[in-house]
Nanobody, 127 residues
């Protein structure tokens, strides 16, 4: 089975940086798309960033573009989310998701396009 496991969350001040990791417990990611979503208390889950199976195609939500970088290391079977210049609005539980079904969308941005989800890691940004 393919089970994503997130790590790297924490509490930081606005303007600082934080890096998250997503590893697979069980079956490897291989060339499957992987994405990060987040959810703040009382709000809907929202898309953050996605990377294609090859690692060459990425998508970001506008509010994080230029501040966040998603990447993957196939040798380590790990996907990363590097976050910089964090703001309070970035606070939330961050989830890693993997798509196993085949499609022509290389880095999907909809939660409905992902099949396996991690349990999340908390990110808190204080002013």
């Amino acid at each position: 089975q393919l089970q994503p496991v997130e790590s790297g969350g924490g509490s930081v001040q606005s303007g600082s940086s934080l890096s998250l990791s997503c590893a697979s417990s069980g079956d490897p990611f291989n060339s499957r798309p992987v994405a990060w979503f987040r959810q703040a208390p009382g709000k809907e889950r929202e898309f953050v960033a996605a990377v294609s199976g090859s690692g060459t195609i990425t998508n970001y939500r506008p509010s994080v573009q230029g501040r966040f970088t998603i990447s993957r290391d196939s040798a380590k079977n790990t996907v990363y989310l590097q976050m910089s210049r964090l703001v309070a609005e970035d606070t939330g539980t961050y989830y890693c998701a993997v798509r196993v079904s085949v499609s022509r969308i290389f880095a999907p941005m909809s939660s409905n396009d992902y099949d396996y989800w991690g349990r999340g890691t908390q990110v808190t940004v204080s002013s």
